[in-house]
Antibody
Framework: EVQLVESGGGLVQPGRSLKLSCAAS????????MAWVRQAPKKGLEWVAT????????YYPDSVKGRFTISRDNAKSSLYLQMNSLKSEDTATYYC?????????WGQGVMVTVSS | DIVMTQGALPNPVPSGESASITCQSS???????????LNWYLQRPGQSPQLLIY???TRASGVSDRFSGSGSGTDFTLKISSVEAEDVGVYYC?????????FGSGTKLEIK
């Protein structure tokens, strides 16, 4: 059974940093692109980052480019999102998702609140 | 960036009736390989999104055949035949043709 379990969320002050993790199991992690998708409270879905199978290629929307860094450790079947210079508009539930021309599996999400 | 625009539903929809959700993209999602890179997701209340349809019309594993996707390169429809209580939630379309990947704003389905 495919499982994606996020962790690392919480309350953080504007301008500070936070690192999210996603532990994957039930599939060959190194064979798949992986992604982070977020959802602000009562809002829609927003793609945040994608990483290739080896980690050599990463993709971001302009809203987080230069502040967020996606990475992976295939030996540990783990995905990460380093978030720097956090803003109030980054407040959201962050989902880890398996990517292959769609998001066929999602984690349960982890809440990040950016507030002073 | 490709903009995805979703239509609204005349909520609530009577149980057993059909419902159609529309989605329009600002650029054709038809790839040179013949596939159309349009996905549909359902997010039930309090849950993570789940994949319903990919490549515009292919149902994801385990998805009821009451769900069907159709369309052209820029105009798409998700049809739910005979809606049930478990179909309640917000439906999102998403383009997977190019980065940045973009979603529609969502369409809420309520059942009467």
């Amino acid at each position: 059974e495919v499982q994606l379990v996020e962790s690392g969320g919480g309350l953080v002050q504007p301008g500070r940093s936070l690192k999210l993790s996603c532990a994957a199991s039930g599939f060959t992690f190194s064979n798949y692109y992986m992604a982070w998708v977020r959802q602000a409270p009562k809002k829609g879905l927003e793609w945040v980052a994608t990483i290739s199978t080896s980690g050599s290629r990463t993709y971001y929307p302009d809203s987080v480019k230069g502040r967020f860094t996606i990475s992976r450790d295939n030996a540990k079947s783990s995905l990460y999102l380093q978030m720097n210079s956090l803003k109030s508009e980054d407040t959201a539930t962050y989902y880890c998702a398996r990517e292959r021309f769609n998001y066929d599996y999602w984690g349960q999400g982890v809440m990040v609140t950016v507030s002073s | 960036d490709i903009v995805m625009t979703q239509g609204a539903l005349p909520n609530p929809v009577p149980s057993g009736e059909s419902a159609s959700i529309t989605c329009q993209s600002s650029k054709s999602l038809l790839h040179s390989n013949g596939k159309t890179y349009l996905n549909w997701y359902l997010q039930r209340p309090g849950q993570s999104p789940q994949l319903l349809i990919y490549w515009m019309s292919t149902r994801a594993s385990g998805v009821s055949d009451r769900f069907s996707g159709s369309g052209s390169g820029t105009d798409f429809t998700l049809k739910i035949s005979s809606v049930e209580a478990e179909d309640v939630g917000v439906y999102y379309c998403q383009q997977f043709l190019e980065y940045p990947l973009t979603f529609g704003s969502g369409t809420k389905l309520e059942i009467k």
